[in-house]
């Protein structure tokens, strides 16, 4: 099993980075092999329909997710949606995504959008034909304080959604 978690959030104290770091933690602890992709850390351009896919680091983010046995997406809600920078790698490596098990991790400025994920999710499974995990995570503010995630129920929940990632991707590939 090789996992990767993308971290998409470029803000330095993102809150979707908690639940990235909670699900590697959980991973780490039962011995799955996994790789945390931080957005921050890999700078991708703009996708432009051309010129972009060129680019050195679009080719690194392309090869980590095609390479992934499965994904699981850690990004923040904005206006109802996951961020632009996750759409944007999605964009530059559309097809690396094909057939991969993908969860999603997301921390929202409210409780009214737990709902936005799944423009993303169902772009995946129609363009890509990844199959969704149906366990997924969504932490609004009250869930975090200054020490990181204060929710037991949410730090749980991470837990969950990251070993069933791990168990649906397993099964799948046993097909």
């Given at each position: ?158 837990a969950e959604c990251a ?6 991707a397993a ?5």
């Amino acid at each position: 099993m090789n996992l990767l978690i993308i971290s998409a959030s470029l803000h330095p104290a993102s809150k979707s980075r908690l639940l990235a770091e909670a699900a590697g933690a959980t991973l780490t602890a039962d011995g799955v092999t996994h790789q945390i992709l931080d957005l921050r850390d890999l700078p991708l351009p703009l996708c432009d329909g051309g010129a972009a896919y060129g680019d050195p680091n679009v080719a690194k983010a392309a090869t980590l997710v095609s390479k992934a046995s499965a994904i699981m997406v850690a990004s923040p809600i904005y206006n109802y949606d996951v961020n632009a920078a996750l759409k944007n790698l999605l964009e530059l490596t559309g097809k690396a995504w094909t057939d991969k098990t993908v969860s999603f991790l997301v921390a929202a400025g409210g409780h009214s959008s737990y709902m936005s994920i799944m423009s993303v999710a169902n772009s995946l499974m129609l363009d890509f034909r990844c199959v969704i995990v149906p366990r997924f995570v969504y932490a609004a503010p009250a869930d975090f304080n200054e020490n990181g995630i204060a929710s037991e129920t949410v730090t749980n929940r991470v837990a969950e959604c990251a070993r069933a990632t791990v168990q649906l991707a397993a099964q799948r590939a046993q097909t």
